[in-house]
């Protein structure tokens, strides 16, 4: 083959791979990341998940579930999105309540309009030694972090606490805007998806209202340190490109 024709193929087989690759591969190629969100020494570890977006397909979210466990983290994070349909609830609760960590959870945006009920949802995450938090904080069982969660319908209730760690969990990144002069220690937030498609040099080619500028990764903002996870279900169509779905370890 000479080297026109070589250039040739390439350049023909390039979108065919990626297409592949988004469609085929990176959807379920979930993705441990590993997070320093302060400069001092790190005391506590947890793990973050989010936007599960459960249709049925057991198999992808038990595999979640066992790595998040094999992490052994002191507790989990999760930031809205459990399902966009109800029948599909259950089973979801079922394999999240096998995580051997307390999980502390808020509703997304369609945990809202599926019409989920909350109270089903709050004895699942209780059951796990974390809890359901409805613009409510909560405070460890060791007595070290504050964990404050706010829903998607009204500005963040908070309440920090002295002497401890504070973490906020929203589900739209562009809340952290209305953390006025709060100041914690992490902030995780969801939603985003990363974009689910993301070309490189230029970004993702669309997001969902409530994202702004902050659409993956780690941002500094005047309230703290902000990360955006780029998610584990998808929304509309199931395909990723350069944007794997994620686990997050926080290392505070």
């Known amino acids: 083959m000479n080297r026109r024709r070589f250039l040739r193929h390439t350049i023909w087989a390039t979108p065919l791979l990626a297409l592949a690759?988004?469609?085929?591969?990176?959807?379920?190629?979930?993705?441990?990341?590993?997070?320093?969100?302060?400069?001092?020494?790190?005391?506590?570890?947890?793990?973050?998940?989010?936007?599960?977006?459960?249709?049925?397909?057991?198999?992808?979210?038990?595999?979640?579930?066992?790595k998040i466990n094999k992490l052994s983290p002191e507790f989990v994070c999760f930031t809205g999105d459990i399902v966009e349909d109800t029948?599909?609830?259950s089973e979801a609760l079922d394999l999240i309540q096998a995580i051997r960590s307390p999980v502390y959870g808020i509703p997304g945006n369609h945990d809202y309009w599926s019409h989920a009920d909350f109270d089903v949802i709050a004895k699942s995450f209780s059951a796990t030694?974390?809890?359901?938090?409805?613009?409510?904080?909560?405070?460890?069982?060791?007595?070290?972090?504050?964990?404050?969660?706010?829903?998607?319908?009204?500005a963040p209730n908070i309440r920090l606490r002295a002497g401890m760690k504070?973490?906020?969990?929203?589900?739209?990144?562009?809340?952290?805007?209305?953390?006025?002069?709060?100041?914690?220690?992490?902030i995780l937030a969801g939603h985003s998806h990363g974009g689910q498609v993301r070309i490189p040099f230029y970004g993702p080619l669309m997001l969902p209202f409530g994202v702004n500028q902050y659409d993956l990764g780690l941002f500094q903002t005047p309230s703290g340190p902000l990360y955006v996870n780029a998610g584990i279900g998808y929304f509309h169509l199931n395909v990723?490109?350069?944007?794997?779905?994620?686990?997050?370890?926080?290392?505070?």
Not at 131 to 144: F, H, P, S
Not at 166 to 186: G, R, S, T
Request: charged residues 25%; contains cysteine; glycine residues 6%.
């Open 21 to 66: 690759d988004a469609f085929a591969v990176e959807p379920e190629w979930l993705k441990v990341r590993t997070v320093r969100a302060s400069s001092g020494k790190s005391t506590h570890r947890l793990v973050q998940f989010t936007d599960v977006h459960h249709k049925g397909d057991r198999a992808y979210l038990q595999s979640v579930v066992d």
């Open 129 to 154: 030694g974390g809890a359901w938090l409805v613009d409510q904080g909560i405070v460890t069982t060791d007595g070290k972090i504050n964990i404050i969660g706010a829903t998607c319908m009204k």
């Open 166 to 186: 504070n973490i906020m969990l929203i589900h739209y990144p562009a809340w952290v805007e209305k953390l006025a002069d709060q100041k914690f220690d992490l």
């Open 240 to 252: 990723r490109f350069n944007c794997r779905p994620e686990i997050t370890v926080f290392e505070i």
């Open 87 to 89: 029948k599909f609830l």
